[in-house]
């Protein structure tokens, strides 16, 4: 399972692209980089484009706030993900806290020391050097991964409805 993912930042966007090797291990691969997220240009929208293209991600997902901005990425991901046939999950900082490490209150210092750390552990090749934005990256597609991972596992269990 492969996803894509962003937080999208004024300046910069962080964006992270996550491949779960193993579900037994949770064994992970990562790449990760920044976009300008200048989207007067239209950069934005061609560079997903562009990572939809050479990635071909099982999913995206990306950090969604109340701010304009984001209500501008948002419209951007789902129009260029439905062209792929791609879902798309919109999470914000609070939901990936909260699925992480039980608190969704905490402050963004803290988390992103938890999530460096937690990330060490269960990722392959985590750069020492990564930024701000592409931690919140990496951290949004390992909740996006764990999340499809808990869905799956509870439908493979599911029992079927007995026919009468």
């Known amino acids: 399972m492969k996803v894509l993912s962003f937080d999208p930042g004024q300046v910069t966007t ?3 692209i996550l491949e779960m090797l193993n579900t037994k291990t949770n064994m992970m691969f990562v790449k ?12 934005f929208a061609k560079d997903l484009k562009r990572l939809l ?3 071909s991600p099982d999913y995206v997902a990306f950090e969604q706030t109340g701010a304009f901005l984001s209500k501008i990425y948002n419209n951007i991901v789902h129009i ?6 791609i879902p798309v999950l919109g999470c914000t900082v609070q939901d990936v806290r909260q699925f ?13 020391i938890l999530l ?3 990330l060490d552990k269960a990722i392959l090749n985590l750069r020492s050097d990564i930024s701000k934005h592409e931690l919140d990256a ?3 597609a390992f909740y996006a991964i764990q999340l499809q ?3 799956n596992h509870l439908q493979e269990n599911q029992n079927p409805l007995s026919e009468e």
């Open 116 to 118: 460096k750390n937690f």
């Open 14 to 16: 962080g964006y992270a």
């Open 80 to 85: 260029s993900c439905s062209e792929y046939g």
């Open 32 to 43: 990760t980089g920044k976009l300008n997220a200048s989207l007067k240009q239209n950069n």
């Open 138 to 140: 990496v951290g949004i």
């Open 53 to 55: 293209a050479v990635h």
């Open 100 to 112: 992480l490490f039980g608190d969704r209150h905490m402050s963004k210092t803290e988390s992103n």
């Open 149 to 151: 991972v808990k869905i």
